[in-house]
């Protein structure tokens, strides 16, 4: 008997060494970061599939962001918990090799947990006005997903559970992804609503002279694209040209629109807001046309 369970000891405390914790659960072998999406590229139906909650649907459609799914694909094992970890320096996110933590910062560095993901199918938010990143002209930002579990004090099974010294933490880190912001200034809020015409403001994220960074901005509308762009009816704002601030209204006939504001960049690159709907009285009689 004593030989039976001097055989059992060896075998737990072997199996205890492994990639497990006091329960048996084994992180993911690998595991891929999915796709990130800008919300300003998001048709209006698709953002209604994607986001259950209507209070955070609409903050979404005036504040814009990231959309990222965590993962790419099916995989096994367990884990406690996740974040997405994010910089505008590549070298900042951990090696998967070395299993570490960022130890520098920027300020553009950062985690999502995914607690914050309520409301919201398969994806996790970052959001511009939250996470202050709204300097973001021409940036690259890096996603890499981390996994952890929990696996005691660091002693081999049963052994732990008599210590209890604190815990340990083991990791799994996917794949790096990236999303380029275009090289215009950023819409950080975006109203629009209906009328006898079409209404919106928005502001833009601007450093230094706007007159210099910025050649046109103003709304795209259409009342068949659900994601418009400028090659849609565009109206132009007028009087705005140092001020970080855009009014603009737009006469158009009775009905529904989708509606987007936009910048464009010296460069021609266009920044895009969140699409929204709206429907507007009309102040152009088409009859009489």
Same mark, same amino acid.
């Given at each position: 008997?004593?030989?039976? &369970?001097?055989?059992?000891?060896?075998?737990? &405390?072997?199996?205890? *060494?492994?990639?497990?914790?006091?329960?048996?659960?084994?992180?993911?072998?690998?595991?891929?970061?999915?796709?990130?999406? =800008?919300?300003?590229?998001?048709?209006?139906?698709?953002?209604?599939?994607?986001?259950?909650?209507?209070?955070?649907?609409?903050?979404?459609?005036?504040?814009?962001?990231?959309?990222?799914?965590?993962?790419?694909?099916? @995989?096994?094992?367990?884990?406690?918990?996740?974040?997405?970890?994010?910089?505008?320096?590549?070298?900042?996110?951990?090696?998967?090799?070395?299993?570490?933590?960022?130890?520098? $910062?920027?300020?553009?560095?950062?985690?999502?947990? %995914? !607690?914050?993901?309520?409301?919201?199918?398969? %994806?996790?938010?970052?959001?511009?006005?939250? !996470?202050?990143? &709204? @300097?973001?002209?021409?940036?690259?930002?890096? @996603?890499?997903?981390?996994?952890?579990? !929990?696996?005691?004090?660091?002693?081999?099974?049963?052994?732990?559970? *008599?210590? $209890?010294?604190?815990?340990?933490?083991?990791? *799994? !880190?996917?794949?790096?992804?990236?999303?380029?912001?275009?090289?215009?200034?950023?819409?950080?809020?975006?109203?629009?609503?209906?009328?006898?015409?079409?209404?919106?403001?928005?502001?833009?994220?601007?450093?230094?002279?706007?007159?210099?960074?910025?050649?046109?901005?103003?709304?795209?509308?259409?009342?068949?694209? =659900?994601?418009?762009?400028?090659? $849609?009816?565009?109206?132009?704002?007028?009087?705005?040209?140092?001020?970080?601030?855009?009014?603009?209204?737009?006469?158009?006939?009775?009905?529904?629109?989708?509606?987007?504001?936009?910048?464009?960049?010296?460069?021609?690159?266009?920044?895009?807001?969140?699409?929204?709907?709206?429907?507007?009285?009309?102040?152009?009689?088409?009859?009489?046309?």
């Amino acid at each position: 008997m004593k030989k039976v &369970l001097c055989l059992l000891s060896i075998a737990l &405390l072997l199996f205890s *060494c492994n990639e497990v914790d006091d329960f048996g659960r084994v992180l993911p072998e690998s595991v891929s970061l999915g796709e990130v999406v =800008s919300v300003s590229d998001l048709s209006y139906e698709e953002l209604n599939e994607l986001v259950t909650d209507e209070n955070l649907r609409e903050d979404m459609r005036m504040s814009g962001g990231l959309l990222i799914r965590p993962f790419s694909d099916a @995989f096994s094992g367990s884990f406690d918990f996740m974040e997405i970890l994010f910089s505008d320096v590549s070298s900042n996110l951990p090696s998967p090799s070395l299993g570490d933590r960022p130890m520098s $910062d920027t300020e553009l560095t950062g985690s999502i947990p %995914y !607690y914050e993901n309520a409301g919201i199918l398969d %994806y996790v938010y970052l959001n511009w006005d939250t !996470y202050e990143q &709204l @300097f973001l002209p021409g940036t690259t930002l890096y @996603f890499e997903l981390v996994l952890g579990i !929990y696996n005691g004090g660091g002693w081999p099974g049963f052994v732990d559970d *008599c210590t $209890d010294f604190g815990t340990t933490t083991k990791y *799994c !880190y996917s794949d790096v992804k990236s999303y380029t912001y275009p090289d215009a200034p950023v819409i950080s809020t975006f109203k629009t609503w209906g009328g006898d015409g079409l209404y919106a403001d928005f502001y833009m994220e601007v450093e230094g002279d706007i007159s210099s960074q910025v050649t046109r901005r103003g709304i795209c509308y259409s009342t068949t694209n =659900s994601l418009p762009d400028v090659d $849609d009816q565009v109206e132009a704002s007028v009087g705005y040209e140092e001020s970080f601030y855009t009014s603009v209204y737009a006469p158009v006939p009775a009905g529904t629109y989708y509606v987007r504001a936009f910048v464009q960049g010296t460069g021609g690159d266009i920044a895009y807001s969140p699409v929204c709907q709206v429907t507007c009285d009309g102040s152009v009689d088409e009859s009489a046309r």
